[in-house]
């Protein structure tokens, strides 16, 4: 099966600078690269995905980069706000249509 | 607009007790998933659902059971609870499975045993 790393697993920025979290993924055949934002006591949400036939995608201050020849892809927040203080995971899809996510990274955004 | 809605938000059983977990989505989604989240280690799949009447195991299945009699509901049943099975349990649905359709989480059930 997929298997995804995630890194870093915590992560400080000063506001207004740049965070940047990366992951990797094991099955060649994935397709599909979601990024999911957990607040405190609350459940994931989506905030950005990518799939295999795109290299780049932006929403606004958010941007996500995949590399499929070397299977990794990195989520990129610029000028960081305290409400991107949060734990964001990153996931991957193979053709079992079955997510596989990364171990999280807590991200906290100093004023 | 409710979304996905878990039951209980806390709970603490004893080993051996057995108990199960709602879940209820008013949005007509076809797929549901149970996944648990355990510290460093991202979100699990235990069961999912493609649709009334079907399940098929995850990722961490053992000791968990499912039904969906319904589109709107997908409760997760503990027989017999163990101290490994301590953990934050998310439901979440999707209209046409993960890799067509974003998925959309309960707020999580925090269950400890004891």
């Known amino acids: 099966g997929e298997n995804v790393e995630q890194h870093p697993s915590t992560l400080s920025v000063q506001e207004g600078d740049s965070a940047v979290i990366k992951c990797t993924y094991s099955d060649s055949a994935s397709n599909y690269f979601p990024w999911y934002k957990q607040e405190l006591g609350k459940g994931p949400q989506l905030i950005i995905d990518i799939r295999s036939n795109v290299g780049e995608k932006k929403d606004q201050r958010i941007a996500v980069t995949l590399n499929k020849t070397a299977k990794h892809f990195s989520l990129h927040i610029t000028e960081t706000q305290p409400e991107d203080s949060a734990v964001y995971f990153c996931a991957a899809e193979s053709n079992d249509y079955k997510l596989s996510f990364g171990a999280g990274t807590t991200v906290t955004v100093r004023a | 607009n409710a979304g996905v809605t878990q039951t209980p938000k806390f709970r603490i059983l004893k080993i051996g007790q057995s108990m199960t977990l709602q879940c209820t989505q008013d949005m007509n989604h076809n797929y549901m998933y149970w996944y648990r989240q355990d510290p460093g280690m991202g979100l699990k799949l235990i069961y999912y659902?493609?649709?009334?009447?079907?399940?098929d195991k995850g990722e961490v299945p053992n000791g968990y059971n499912v039904s969906r009699s319904t589109t709107e509901d997908f409760p997760l049943r503990l027989e017999l609870a163990a101290p490994s099975q301590t953990s934050v349990y998310f439901c979440a649905s999707s209209y046409r499975g993960t890799n067509t359709g974003e998925l959309f989480f309960g707020e999580g059930s925090r269950l400890t045993v004891l």
């Open positions: 659902s493609v649709g009334a009447g079907i399940t």
